[in-house]
């Protein structure tokens, strides 16, 4: 008796912690291959419009990272219920996207055959990867493998029709996209030429900005080059992707070096942890945060030399926040500053509703929410944009420019901003009890309790955490908590 696209009674589930697929996630090769179905996917025009127009993958990449790998350890659960909780997670978080791009061809993140294509390019570059790396895979593991991909995307769609069934007429599939709908996007553009050249640096070296550019500066045109020479020949002639003197020998070289990563003992490699250790917050009570920051104390005195060796010409990263107030503790930011690291998610130099979406969704994966409150949240912030909108956009383009926002030089504490605080507060106080303990304040900031807690209980109250959020928002204070979660990349 069979049991739904996840398998047979009598068979290993296809969706689970045992399929092949989950056997990549910790494998130096996927990388490599993600990066490479990245740009493949920017390539398609509706898939790329929706990049470019919500996604904070060129300003807060880690963060992105970290976020679609948690996505895909879900989708790949042991339990098919978180799997099911996910899908739903994510099917929300895609209805919410759509638009029209620079040639005003409509996107709809919800499309079929666009989501149909990012599950093509995730299988057909694992496949790749397999054969650049010299262990190519064998019939019955591809069969096997893409029967994986498509119970993935009947998990998100409710079936798998668009695809093909056989994996026969997948590559025929594959082959007539690249040729007849791939176009050189923006977006494409973007991933291959400017994220790897500005690439910011993860909290774990923030504040070590010539080490970070000495490093991005050699690796930002490899991946490049690694990337473009792995792409099918007929995307890179049509999109007119040049490709250097000994690009193929050196993109089969890298492949060839990660695929040696089999050889390490199991279990060495975890990318969950390294994704973790990159991303802790400063003051983070996790117990690798002490290594961490003696790692970063012996980063920033080899910053410091190399920055007196070897003085790089340039942009070296972003300027160092501004010194923190005797009074206060606390730093302050200009208007300009405050508009680039916060409010202005997306990196396109505006704001507008899908900077404000990307901090609800941000919040709302952070707080693992489900719905009414996911729903409460984004329409709280809803709200603010029409209230920042009304009082900002100057000009009626239906956006604010970075100059409207220093010269209105506003305060954003308004009724929408405070009920934004108001709704936060009461997702995050999951058990209701009117105050947030310390494992739910760990939920939101992924840092450690660091209130000065002289209340019998221990807690963080509803007023002292609006404070906290409006002084943020409004009063442009760099925070402890609230820089990780909404200014670092």
Avoid at 275 to 303: C, H, Q, W, Y
Wanted: proline share 6%.
């Amino acid at each position: 008796m069979t049991t739904g696209p996840t398998g047979t009674a009598d068979e290993q589930p296809l969706l689970g912690p045992q399929s092949r697929f989950s056997a990549f996630f910790d494998d130096p090769r996927w990388a490599l291959a993600m990066i490479r179905a990245t740009v493949l996917e920017a390539a398609h025009p509706q898939i790329g419009a929706a990049l470019l127009d919500n996604s904070t993958f060129t300003t807060h990449p880690w963060r992105r990272l970290r976020n679609t790998f948690l996505s895909m350890r879900r989708m790949f659960d042991a339990d098919p219920a978180v799997r099911e909780r996910e899908a739903a997670r994510l099917n929300r978080l895609h209805s919410r996207m759509s638009g029209a791009d620079s040639r005003g061809r409509a996107y709809d993140a919800m499309d079929r055959q666009a989501r149909a294509w990012v599950v093509a390019t995730l299988f057909e570059s694992a496949v790749t990867m397999c054969r650049l790396s010299g262990q190519p895979l064998d019939q019955d593991t591809m069969e096997g493998m893409y029967a994986e991909y498509r119970a993935y995307l009947a998990a998100l769609d409710g079936d798998a029709g668009e695809l093909p069934e056989e994996l026969h007429d997948f590559w025929r599939y594959f082959d007539t996209v690249v040729e007849n709908e791939l176009e050189n996007t923006e977006a494409a553009r973007v991933i291959l030429y400017r994220l790897f050249d500005h690439l910011p640096a993860p909290a774990l070296l923030k504040g070590m900005p010539t080490l970070w550019a000495a490093g991005r500066a050699v690796a930002g045109p490899l991946l490049g080059t690694i990337t473009v020479a792995s792409l099918p020949e007929s995307y890179r002639r049509r999109a007119g992707l040049p490709e250097m003197p000994g690009a193929q020998a050196l993109m089969q070289g890298a492949y060839l070096a990660a695929g040696l990563g089999r050889f390490l003992p199991e279990g060495l490699i975890s990318a969950e942890g390294i994704i973790e250790v990159l991303s802790l917050s400063p003051g983070s009570d996790d117990p690798r945060a002490r290594t961490v920051a003696a790692v970063r104390a012996r980063m920033k005195r080899a910053s410091a030399l190399l920055r007196l060796l070897t003085p790089l010409g340039g942009d070296a990263g972003p300027a160092p926040d501004p010194a923190p107030s005797p009074d206060t503790g606390q730093s302050r930011r200009s208007a300009e500053q405050f508009f680039r690291q916060v409010l202005d998610q997306t990196g396109d130099g505006h704001l507008d509703w899908p900077d404000l979406a990307a901090m609800a969704r941000e919040l709302a994966t952070r707080l693992d929410l489900d719905e009414p409150e996911e729903t409460r949240l984004y329409d709280a912030f809803a709200a603010w944009w029409r209230e920042l909108q009304a009082a900002l956009d100057t000009d009626g383009d239906g956006r604010v420019s970075v100059g409207e926002y220093a010269a209105a030089v506003p305060s954003l504490a308004g009724p929408a901003l405070i009920r934004v605080a108001e709704v936060l507060f009461d997702v995050t106080d999951k058990d209701g009890s009117g105050a947030i303990d310390a494992d739910e304040y760990r939920a939101l900031f992924r840092t450690a309790f660091h209130r000065d807690l002289t209340t019998t209980d221990g807690a963080y109250g509803r007023s002292a955490f609006v404070g906290d959020f409006l002084s943020f928002m409004s009063g442009r204070r760099a925070s402890t908590p609230y820089d990780p979660l909404l200014a670092d990349a």
